[in-house]
């Protein structure tokens, strides 16, 4: 409702950022760096951040840049079911048929990984999002599946993606297995106050504005309702858009921020 208005080609707080145009904070680029050294050791990776840090966007654009001759991605949504259930997710999710029993879909899925290793040349890459709401056991079961040639490969790059929780969940005794292999983990962090103001306008040129429309007042009010967190800058942004909209002003400001609050409050 508000595109017209400011000259937008698109809504700019929406979704559906292309991996190309994702905005790089230094957390981000960090991320990168680490990501890209997992998957050259194909071993155990953990990312967690708050809800609405950018997680899931991360993993999105780390996979888009790996090279599709060189490595296939396996994506797995939340899966708060048993072994068996995500088990089924991870064959469906490769193509593989279902099988019945939990055995015959362990063994499918890392015969599955070896083919691709070894005949096809190909790194297996298996993002397990939301990670933070897969139970104990189906947490040991995937310790499990990296295990190859009793433990001396490593065939399969696992990465964990869950809330903070996670975190702590892991550095329990019960999951001192699988914490041990860990090799690369990072806590996303919120956007600094700099970088909300450099995220605001990165998302506003993509849709066709060069212009400061936030105030500098107005990005302060966002940054602090918004605690950094991406998500929830976006959500706010656009409502506030709608509010200047509204009022006819050609910037927003903290009145504006002020009055997006109570919409998503």
Not at 26 to 52: N, Q, W, Y
Not at 111 to 134: C, F, Q, S, Y
Not at 196 to 211: N, P, Q, V
Request: charged share 20%; with cysteine.
């Amino acid at each position: 409702m508000y595109n017209k208005h400011f000259g937008f080609l698109f809504y700019p707080f929406g979704k559906d950022i292309p991996p190309d145009e994702t905005y790089a904070s230094a957390a981000m680029s960090e991320l990168t760096v680490r990501l890209g050294h997992l998957a050259e050791m194909s071993g155990i990776g953990l990312i967690t951040g708050d809800s609405g840090s950018g997680k899931s966007t991360a993993c999105r654009a780390w996979a888009a840049h790996l090279h599709t001759g060189l490595y296939k991605v396996f994506y797995v949504p939340l899966s708060t079911g048993n072994p068996m259930d995500l088990y089924k997710s991870i064959a469906w999710e490769m193509g593989l048929p279902t099988e019945r029993s939990r055995a015959a879909l362990y063994r499918q899925i890392k015969n599955e990984v070896t083919r691709l290793g070894i005949e096809a040349r190909t790194r297996p890459v298996l993002i397990l999002d939301e990670a933070h709401g897969l139970r104990s056991d189906v947490l040991e079961e995937m310790r499990l599946l990296t295990n190859y040639a009793m433990d001396s490969q490593n065939r399969l790059c696992l990465l964990f993606c869950g809330q903070t929780e996670l975190r702590r969940r892991l550095a329990m005794s019960v999951h001192e297995a699988l914490n041990q292999r860990i090799v690369v983990r990072y806590h996303l962090p919120s956007l600094t106050r700099d970088e909300t103001s450099a995220y605001l306008s990165h998302l506003l040129r993509r849709a066709g504005t060069e212009l400061p429309l936030f105030e500098p007042a107005a990005v302060e009010a966002l940054h602090q309702a918004s605690q950094g967190l991406p998500r929830r800058v976006n959500l706010l942004a656009h409502h506030a858009l709608i509010a200047a909209a509204i009022a006819k002003a050609r910037t927003v400001t903290a009145d504006h921020v002020a009055a997006a609050l109570t919409e998503v409050s």
